[in-house]
């Protein structure tokens, strides 16, 4: 069975640090791109960082930029998102998500579009206090 399952989430004051991990089962990293997205309440769902197993490009929304970084464990078949300098309005569900390369538009800046991928874990909170 493909699973996507997220962990690391949690309550941190603003200005702290928390490393949400993605681990895979039922299947490997190897040719996908991973994205995580994040959803505040009320709020639509979207994309926050990806990287590509192809190429190790990376991508990030400007409301992240320079704050968080996205990397990848072959080995242990995860992939980070290490989030710095955490602000109120970083607080939402984060969700992993994977689909094949091959599938993904060649404009990286549009592997943050929900509808691309086809694989979801089921999300951890994170809540950041001012």
């Known amino acids: 069975e493909v699973q996507l399952v997220e962990s690391g989430g949690g309550l941190v004051q603003a200005g702290g640090s928390l490393r949400l991990s993605c681990a895979a089962s039922?299947?490997?990293?190897?040719?996908?791109?991973v994205g995580w997205f994040r959803q505040a309440p009320g709020k639509e769902r979207e994309g926050v960082s990806c990287i590509s197993d192809s190429d190790g490009g990376t991508y990030y929304a400007d409301s992240v930029k320079g704050r968080f970084t996205i990397s990848s464990d072959n080995a242990k078949n995860t992939v980070y998102l290490q989030m710095n300098n955490l602000k109120p309005e970083d607080t939402a569900v984060y969700y992993c998500?994977?689909?094949?390369?091959?599938?993904?538009?060649?404009?990286?800046?549009?592997?943050?579009?929900?509808?691309?991928?086809?694989?979801w874990g089921q999300g951890t909170q994170v809540t950041v206090s001012s």
């Open positions: 998500a994977a689909e094949k390369d091959y599938r993904m538009p060649a404009d990286m800046s549009k592997n943050l579009e929900v509808r691309h991928y086809g694989y």
């Open positions: 039922g299947f490997t990293f190897d040719d996908y791109t």
